[in-house]
């Protein structure tokens, strides 16, 4: 149906009319003001004439966000350039996937979930414990199968621990995968692919993955070789190390052979056991800087070693007790112009710990302290909380509490304040002495100091050649530098304390363990969940251990349920199954005991099918099927060796670990007859 102009005129937006107005107004100004001016009529036209107003104006936005195309009689439409203009702000989303943040390329939370849990399996796999090596693959598929696109992150993260697991072919097969999805790979994808090779010690399969990377016009970085060369050195297979070399210098030029390949290669000959070989490589290193024509190459950019270059080999030889060849290592530093650090020098006094020689240890420990060849004040070294650790550590293996007490007191004393693993070594002291009391006692002291920030807990926390890393889930943060003080002396509110983790909780409840006092473990245990601090495998392997030491089946049953409740995987040849199999046997039962109470108390399926669980209403616990002689339900056939429900991200309530007799399933804090 059409629609007269007059109508489609008066359909104009108010802006538009008013634009028109507006110009008809400024003509009638113009035209009034050359009729009063002849003159200025005159010099109009000798100039040229201007140009007429086309017949359309172009299109316009318009308060409400349209664009409007502006015509002779007045009317206005939509642009077609509106549509093109939506278009191209919103993003073109994926049909593959049905999350609208995966779909606009985005990532999203479900996302960063499975990345974080791929390497916490990859740690779980580096702390020795059991990971089936399918469940990497699982957690990538359900997450796709629920419609989400998995980052570049997600699949370097998968590679990574698959390697770990010693499937590299599989991290291979995640590359396939990748391009398949339309995700490119790119150099850290390969990379981690030719990193999963050189872990399981496969360094040709690597170099063929090298090549299909510069086949595909990727270009490797300097984090590419040095896996290789690791792997090849700890292979003993010093031709092929040099190869490598000789093409990093081909390809990449000679000034990428730089640090981390020589580190690579020394650390491959520190693993194959062939110290001397790294002696040579930090010997080849160190003449590079009298080649003219290598120093011309790289444009007068020299790579020398470092301290940490011979920390390497002076690790290795105080691990394997070489101590005279640490020594004398040490001595070439002096020669080589290179400055030691703190670290080098609390290798060489766990060395000397480690082989129980006290005087060359104390020797050690005066020579920080400034009273050896080298210049502590000019180095900036002075001993560390790690110093004393190593210490208190020792006296701790053999249960002296007050020669570790002295340690501890002379640390405070110099202004060095403990940290995690110098309490940890405290508590473990007492324990070795069969004292409970005084290590429970350390985690109350252990509250009055303010934990470390990154770098003093860098600096004192992971020297003397230990594994980096916080084992003993202790707050880190507020502020910078600064020495720690304790709470009554100083103690600035803005900075957190030190609290207990589960490592230090764990060693307190396996001293009472040990003594038979079940009642001071089970207490320790309510204040470690108080602090929301989730018990482990360990934790409760220690509880169980004590109550099997006791004969108290009860106890052993009941723990076992705690542990099902707070999802600890009860599977068959897992930590926590052989925990409850040794307890058994200290009551002297037979494994399969063990096995049968892990049965009876893991949740079953309701009888007909379905997902349903249903819970024994006798025994609080998850059943479902038939019934048993004791009027419990009996479990179902097929019922899973794990816990089929995830535990909760919140700690149990510390009710349930000490009350008596509040919740059926619960250890009492009186009962059983493993008291105190």
Same mark, same amino acid.
């Given at each position: ?9 008066s359909?104009e937006?108010?802006? =538009? ?10 003509n009638?100004?113009?035209?009034q003001? =050359?009729? $009063? ?6 010099q109009t036209?000798?100039r040229?004439? #201007?140009k ?14 349209h664009?409007?195309a ?9 642009a ?5 203009t939506?278009a191209?702000?919103?993003?073109v ?5 049905r ?14 979930v499975?990345?974080?849990?791929l390497?916490a399996?990859?740690r ?6 059991a990971v089936d ?6 957690q ?7 419609g ?10 998968l590679?990574t621990?698959?390697?770990?697991l ?7 097969e995640v590359?396939?995968?990748?391009d398949?999805?339309g995700?490119?790979p ?5 990379n ?8 399981? /010690? ?13 086949a ?14 690791g ?8 031709t ?7 093409r990093?210098?081909?390809e ?5 052979l730089g ?9 491959g ?8 070989d790294?002696?040579?490589v930090?010997k080849r ?17 020299i ?12 690790d ?5 007790g ?11 530093m ?6 030691p650090?703190?670290?080098?020098? /609390?290798?060489?006094l766990?060395g ?5 020689n ?17 210049d ?18 020792h006296?701790?293996?053999?249960g ?30 007492y324990?070795?002495a ?7 006692a ?8 303010e934990? #470390?920030s ?17 084992r ?11 020495g720690n003080t304790?709470k009554?002396?100083?103690h600035?509110?803005?900075?957190p ?5 589960v ?31 989730r018990? /482990?495998?360990?934790t409760f392997?220690?509880?169980v ?13 009941? $723990?076992?349920?705690l542990?099902?409740?707070?999802? @600890?995987?009860?599977r ?8 409850l ?13 063990a096995?049968?109470m892990v049965?009876?108390l ?15 209403k006798? =025994? ?10 004791s ?7 097929d019922?899973? @060796?794990?816990?089929?429900a ?6 149990? $309530? ?5 009350s008596?007799?509040?919740?059926s399933?619960? @250890?009492?804090? /009186? ?6």
């Amino acid at each position: 149906m059409s629609r007269a102009p007059g109508a489609e005129a008066s359909a104009e937006p108010a802006d =538009t009319v008013v634009e028109a107005r507006s110009v008809g107004d400024s003509n009638k100004v113009k035209e009034q003001h =050359t009729r $009063s001016n002849p003159q200025s009529q005159s010099q109009t036209q000798t100039r040229s004439k #201007p140009k007429k107003r086309p017949q359309s104006s172009p299109p316009r936005h318009t308060s409400s966000g349209h664009v409007v195309a502006v015509n002779a009689v007045g009317v206005n439409a939509a642009a077609p350039a509106a549509a093109a203009t939506t278009a191209a702000a919103e993003p073109v989303l994926d049909p593959r996937f049905r999350c609208k943040k995966c779909a606009k390329g985005s990532s999203c939370w479900p996302v960063h979930v499975v990345t974080q849990n791929l390497a916490a399996l990859r740690r779980k796999r580096r702390g020795r414990s059991a990971v089936d090596a399918k469940e990497p693959w699982r957690q990538l598929e359900g997450l796709m199968a629920d419609g989400h696109r998995p980052t570049f992150k997600t699949y370097t993260a998968l590679m990574t621990c698959l390697g770990d697991l010693g499937a590299p072919s599989d991290a291979q097969e995640v590359l396939r995968r990748m391009d398949r999805a339309g995700e490119a790979p790119d150099v850290a994808a390969y990379n981690a692919a030719i990193a999963a090779w050189c872990v399981n /010690n496969r360094p040709e399969e690597a170099e063929a993955l090298v090549a299909r990377m510069i086949a595909a016009s990727v270009k490797p970085n300097s984090a590419t070789y040095p896996e290789i060369v690791g792997a090849w050195a700890r292979a003993g297979q010093f031709t092929r190390v040099e190869a490598v070399i000789a093409r990093i210098e081909s390809e990449g030029g000679i000034e990428s052979l730089g640090e981390k390949v020589y580190h690579a290669f020394i650390s491959g000959c520190c693993d194959a056991d062939r110290p001397e070989d790294a002696e040579r490589v930090l010997k080849r290193w160190n003449l590079e800087k009298y080649d003219l024509e290598r120093i011309a190459d790289r444009k007068g950019v020299i790579s020398r070693p470092v301290a940490a270059s011979y920390g390497m080999v002076i690790d290795h030889y105080a691990r394997e007790g070489r101590m005279v060849e640490a020594r004398r290592l040490l001595s070439q530093m002096q020669w080589d112009s290179v400055a030691p650090s703190i670290e080098i020098f /609390n290798m060489l006094l766990k060395g000397y710990l480690l082989l129980d020689n006290l005087g060359a240890a104390q020797d050690v420990f005066r020579e920080l302290e400034g009273s050896g060849t080298w210049d502590m004040d000019s180095l900036g070294i002075r001993p560390d909380a790690a110093s004393y650790t190593s210490l208190i550590d020792h006296w701790a293996n053999r249960g002296d509490v007050e020669l570790a007490e002295k340690v501890m007191a002379k640390m405070e004393l110099k202004g060095v304040a403990p940290d995690a693993k110098a309490f940890g070594a405290l508590v473990k002291a007492y324990a070795r002495a069969r004292n409970p009391e005084g290590a429970e006692a350390v985690l109350d002291r252990m509250r009055r100091y303010e934990a #470390p920030s990154d770098a003093a807990g860098k600096a004192g926390g992971s020297s003397g050649g230990g594994r980096a890393g916080d084992r003993h889930g202790v707050s880190v943060g507020g502020g910078a530098g600064g020495g720690n003080t304790r709470k009554g002396s100083g103690h600035s509110d803005n900075k957190p304390l030190l609290t207990p983790g589960v490592v230090l909780y764990t060693t307190v409840v396996s001293a009472f363990s040990t003594v038979g006092d079940m009642t001071g473990a089970r207490r320790v245990m309510t204040e470690m969940v108080a602090a929301r601090v989730r018990p /482990n495998e360990r934790t409760f392997g220690h509880l169980v251990w004590g109550y099997g030491q006791l004969g108290d089946l009860a106890g052993i049953t009941q $723990s076992a349920q705690l542990m099902i409740d707070e999802g @600890i995987s009860l599977r068959a040849g897992g930590e926590g199954r052989q925990a409850l199999v040794r307890a058994c046997r200290e009551c002297g039962l037979p494994a399969s005991h063990a096995d049968g109470m892990v049965e009876s108390l893991l949740p079953r399926r309701k009888g007909g099918g379905g997902n349903r669980w249903v819970r024994s209403k006798k =025994t609080g616990t998850q059943s479902g099927g038939g019934k048993s002689e004791s009027g419990a339900d009996a479990p179902a056939a097929d019922a899973p @060796i794990n816990v089929g429900a995830k535990p909760s991200d919140t700690p149990r $309530s510390s009710s349930e670990y000490g009350s008596s007799r509040s919740r059926s399933r619960g @250890i009492a804090a /009186n009962g059983g007859s493993g008291g105190g």
